[in-house]
């Protein structure tokens, strides 16, 4: 495991990439001296300021709506503790592995920018998590997304202090038993420190830069889907033509539009005709598509700044530079995460008209639902049903989770993001979007069994159509589709077309 290539972090630079290589395929993280540095910086300053007997909040006092109760040294450990007991509240699912992971990277790098006051010996404990692959049980629902991510991130600190619960090697165990077993002792949490791990963005952080990760490969398949739909329909390429994307000059029209041209050459399927039009589930495709990629585009800015930030409260900048403010407020990612969602789902909806055109007679020039013997069989008949479940529960889940607040904590809190819920319904529509492509991907592979295209399809549809037909063989009569739609879903997050 440790020839594995280090990530180092300093605070600033991390990139989405890493950030996801680390969450799922568990690469080796490390601090740089800087940023060591910087940490124990800050870390002195916090017990200057207990020494000093200063009010500063957070350090000498309560929390939210008891930011005016002035707390003694000699009870600031067991404020820091019963914060993160108390905060532990949530409920529901369990966030997956490589969430956890991504959260816990997410809050080393914000503690490598030095502006927390949280001691080395902290962080340092949550690096051993990290590479030895200890992830802590957390619950999905609790957060408001403002003071960022509270319960969450209290489970995730729990196990710090010997409590909560854990998987590690394979085996769920109490917090205690894994530190034990891991060769790690339990930290005791000083001034500041259970509020620089509870407060921040990194739970909704960890689900965008992930969630950003999977969306711009799924608008890949999404065009490879399109592009052998348009062979199988033997569309009019005059609508892939460069000129007509660069009257129209978004990036990523222009882009999809080259795309789709590149998958396409070599096929003996296409034609082009000043005379004929396709529907706009082909024709538009690089308009519908593209706008999606620059949303993409949009939203991997935002997450990127988001994971190279300080988001906790107060930010710690110098003896006498301790400041609070609100950057544990996750409206950023509240809204790009939203935006997010609309845009993937949007992918699913024109996805399902295309599924549609290839399972309808009058439109295909196919046999009805793609099977040969149509009344005993039903061919594909209902995994356009699926499809259309998908899409429409998304519509469900894309109503921006943003537009909402409910005032907590004595109304101190009075406006919260929802990032994280807005986060979840993006992942799940992702999820949905698989489902989606891999039933479309389905359909046009049995189009062209069916139609006898094999040695007229581009090279690129080729490749993908073998590619599924090495695990997947064609449906000759009945069986039960979704073993044949989880293969192929496998197929796409496995990343193997």
């Given at each position: 495991?440790?020839?594995?290539?280090?990530?180092?972090?300093?605070?600033?630079?991390?990139?989405?990439?890493?950030?996801?290589?680390?969450?799922?395929?568990?690469?080796?993280?490390?601090?740089?001296?800087?940023?060591?540095?910087?940490?124990?910086?800050?870390?002195?300053?916090?017990?200057?300021?207990?020494?000093?007997?200063?009010?500063v909040y957070g350090v000498t006092t309560g929390f939210g709506y008891l930011q005016n109760t002035a707390v003694s040294p000699l009870d600031a450990?067991?404020?820091?503790?019963?914060?993160?007991?108390?905060?532990?509240?949530?409920?529901?699912?369990?966030?997956?592995?490589?969430?956890?992971?991504?959260?816990?990277?997410?809050?080393?790098?914000?503690?490598?920018?030095?502006?927390?006051?949280?001691?080395?010996?902290?962080?340092?404990?949550?690096?051993?998590?990290?590479?030895?692959?200890?992830?802590?049980?957390?619950?999905?629902?609790?957060?408001?997304?403002?003071?960022?991510?509270?319960?969450?991130?209290?489970?995730?600190?729990?196990?710090?202090?010997?409590?909560?619960?854990?998987?590690?090697?394979?085996?769920?165990?109490?917090?205690?038993?894994?530190?034990?077993?891991?060769?790690?002792?339990?930290?005791?949490?000083?001034?500041?420190?259970?509020?620089?791990?509870?407060?921040?963005?990194?739970?909704?952080?960890?689900?965008?830069?992930?969630?950003?990760?999977?969306?711009?490969?799924?608008?890949?398949?999404?065009?490879?889907?399109?592009?052998?739909?348009?062979?199988?329909?033997?569309?009019?390429?005059?609508?892939?033509?460069?000129?007509?994307?660069?009257?129209?000059?978004?990036?990523?029209?222009?882009?999809?539009?080259?795309?789709?041209?590149?998958?396409?050459?070599?096929?003996?399927?296409?034609?082009?005709?000043?005379?004929?039009?396709?529907?706009?589930?082909?024709?538009?495709?690089?308009?519908?598509?593209?706008?999606?990629?620059?949303?993409?585009?949009?939203?991997?800015?935002?997450?990127?700044?988001?994971?190279?930030?300080?988001?906790?409260?107060?930010?710690?900048?110098?003896?006498?530079?301790?400041?609070?403010?609100?950057?544990?407020?996750?409206?950023?990612?509240?809204?790009?995460?939203?935006?997010?969602?609309?845009?993937?789902?949007?992918?699913?909806?024109?996805?399902?008209?295309?599924?549609?055109?290839?399972?309808?007679?009058?439109?295909?020039?196919?046999?009805?639902?793609?099977?040969?013997?149509?009344?005993?069989?039903?061919?594909?008949?209902?995994?356009?049903?699926?499809?259309?479940?998908?899409?429409?529960?998304?519509?469900?889940?894309?109503?921006?989770?943003?537009?909402?607040?409910?005032?907590?904590?004595?109304?101190?809190?009075?406006?919260?993001?929802?990032?994280?819920?807005?986060?979840?319904?993006?992942?799940?529509?992702?999820?949905?979007?698989?489902?989606?492509?891999?039933?479309?991907?389905?359909?046009?592979?049995?189009?062209?069994?069916?139609?006898?295209?094999?040695?007229?399809?581009?090279?690129?549809?080729?490749?993908?159509?073998?590619?599924?037909?090495?695990?997947?063989?064609?449906?000759?009569?009945?069986?039960?589709?979704?073993?044949?739609?989880?293969?192929?879903?496998?197929?796409?997050?496995?990343?193997?077309?």
């Amino acid at each position: 495991m440790m020839n594995k290539p280090i990530i180092e972090l300093n605070g600033n630079d991390l990139s989405i990439i890493d950030m996801v290589s680390v969450a799922r395929n568990h690469k080796i993280v490390d601090l740089t001296d800087e940023a060591k540095e910087r940490i124990n910086q800050a870390a002195e300053i916090v017990q200057d300021i207990l020494n000093e007997k200063r009010m500063v909040y957070g350090v000498t006092t309560g929390f939210g709506y008891l930011q005016n109760t002035a707390v003694s040294p000699l009870d600031a450990e067991k404020l820091q503790e019963n914060l993160v007991v108390s905060h532990s509240a949530g409920v529901g699912s369990k966030f997956s592995p490589e969430i956890v992971r991504g959260m816990m990277v997410l809050q080393v790098n914000k503690f490598a920018r030095g502006h927390s006051g949280i001691r080395l010996k902290v962080v340092s404990l949550l690096l051993d998590f990290l590479n030895k692959n200890i992830i802590p049980i957390v619950p999905s629902r609790g957060s408001l997304g403002a003071s960022g991510d509270l319960a969450p991130l209290a489970h995730l600190a729990l196990v710090l202090i010997g409590r909560g619960i854990v998987n590690y090697g394979g085996t769920r165990m109490n917090g205690l038993q894994a530190l034990d077993k891991a060769g790690l002792s339990p930290i005791k949490l000083i001034a500041k420190e259970g509020l620089a791990l509870l407060n921040g963005t990194q739970v909704m952080t960890s689900i965008a830069a992930i969630a950003v990760a999977d969306a711009e490969y799924l608008v890949k398949i999404a065009n490879l889907a399109a592009s052998m739909s348009m062979e199988v329909h033997q569309a009019n390429i005059d609508a892939l033509d460069p000129l007509i994307h660069e009257a129209r000059p978004h990036k990523g029209q222009i882009q999809t539009a080259q795309s789709i041209r590149e998958y396409l050459k070599g096929s003996k399927r296409t034609r082009q005709s000043i005379a004929y039009q396709d529907c706009y589930s082909l024709r538009c495709v690089p308009v519908v598509h593209g706008a999606t990629l620059d949303t993409i585009r949009f939203v991997k800015k935002v997450v990127k700044t988001e994971i190279n930030s300080s988001t906790d409260n107060p930010l710690i900048f110098s003896s006498d530079k301790i400041l609070s403010g609100g950057n544990f407020h996750g409206q950023p990612i509240a809204l790009a995460m939203d935006f997010l969602g609309i845009s993937i789902a949007e992918l699913g909806n024109i996805s399902e008209r295309r599924i549609e055109r290839l399972l309808n007679p009058t439109l295909s020039g196919l046999p009805a639902f793609l099977t040969l013997r149509s009344g005993v069989n039903s061919g594909f008949m209902v995994a356009q049903y699926t499809a259309a479940s998908l899409v429409s529960e998304n519509k469900h889940l894309a109503f921006p989770a943003s537009i909402d607040s409910i005032p907590v904590s004595a109304n101190q809190e009075d406006h919260v993001s929802m990032g994280t819920i807005a986060a979840i319904q993006t992942r799940k529509i992702i999820g949905h979007i698989q489902y989606v492509l891999a039933i479309e991907l389905l359909c046009v592979s049995q189009a062209i069994d069916l139609a006898g295209i094999q040695d007229q399809v581009a090279p690129k549809s080729l490749g993908v159509y073998q590619t599924i037909r090495k695990v997947i063989p064609m449906l000759k009569e009945d069986r039960e589709l979704s073993n044949d739609i989880n293969l192929c879903v496998k197929l796409i997050r496995n990343r193997n077309l």
